[in-house]
């Protein structure tokens, strides 16, 4: 079974990552389209061209399914895809479900990057789950570029999330829903401002989960072990092939990737 995931760039590596610890027996390909990054700052014309093309690139490949790994993409771009081709496609989109399903009765703070936002399939998502009025929005587009560019660790982080969460805290929030592959990396700086009261949640594992259901694949019983200590460890793995806007990755991204991989390690009970 082959999987093809994409995503505007290196964000789609949090969904790979949790299919790592979800699925065994599955080879993938992964493909940023970091000619294009950020989706957030394009418009809906664009972002479905640009999806076209890596699903023909994908297909041509041999996967058997794709997935979108982009909230932003399958906001524009999943409906039309879909009528297009033949082969399973799956979307995410913000976990704004999961969040209202396990509310405390304080309200839900859902981070996107404007487009997602702005496009009415999160609209109508909200209007549909969101009864009693609770979801806020917040976009985040800026931590799509420190993603992009690996700044994780500096003060000018720090200082874009102190604009953006001004006012809010825990005493607000039940839970932070993750709009975004690529903000999953920050969720160290998430608990900054909010304490375990907040829940922190994605769409990842539940978009595996869909994933299975549809090609109707067993999930593992326990999380697989992701512990790649070098490039050629990981690519020893044998299992994922990695393009950067139809280039396959050279030594030194993929150096830039098993850093990212590390990274999500680290984060991913947060």
């Known amino acids: 079974m082959k999987i093809g995931i994409f995503d505007s760039g290196i964000g789609g590596l949090s969904v790979l990552h949790e299919a790592y610890h979800m699925l065994k027996d599955t080879e993938y390909i992964f493909y940023a ?47 039309f895809l879909r009528s297009k081709y033949s082969l399973p496609i799956i979307g995410m989109e913000p976990a704004v479900k999961p969040a209202i399903e396990t509310n405390d009765s304080r309200r839900i703070l859902v981070m996107a990057t404007p487009v997602t936002l702005r496009e009415t399939k999160l609209k109508k998502l909200i209007d549909r789950v969101d009864e009693d009025h609770i979801v806020d929005l917040l976009p985040m587009p800026q931590l799509v570029n420190f993603a992009e560019n690996e700044t994780f660790d500096e003060d000018k982080v720090t200082e874009y999330l102190d604009k953006q969460f001004f006012n809010r805290s825990s005493k607000d929030y039940s839970s932070l829903v993750l709009g975004c592959t690529h903000f999953n990396y920050f969720k160290p700086y998430y608990r900054k401002y909010f304490d375990e009261t907040t829940s922190f949640i994605d769409g990842n594992r539940g978009t595996i989960k869909h994933l299975s259901d549809v090609l109707k694949i067993d999930l593992n019983d326990k999380d697989l072990v992701v512990d790649f200590k070098d490039v050629d460890d990981m690519l020893l793995s044998g299992n994922t092939t990695y393009y950067f806007s139809g280039r396959k990755a050279s030594k030194e991204e993929l150096e830039h990737i098993l850093r990212l991989h590390k990274r999500l390690e680290s984060v991913r009970k947060i």
Request: net charge negative.
């Open 33 to 79: 389209d970091t000619d294009h990054v950020p989706y957030g700052s394009r418009t809906p014309e664009e972002i479905r061209h640009f999806s076209d093309d890596i699903v023909k690139f994908l297909i041509n490949e041999s996967c058997d399914a794709i997935i979108i790994a982009c909230n932003t993409a399958t906001s524009c771009s999943a409906k």
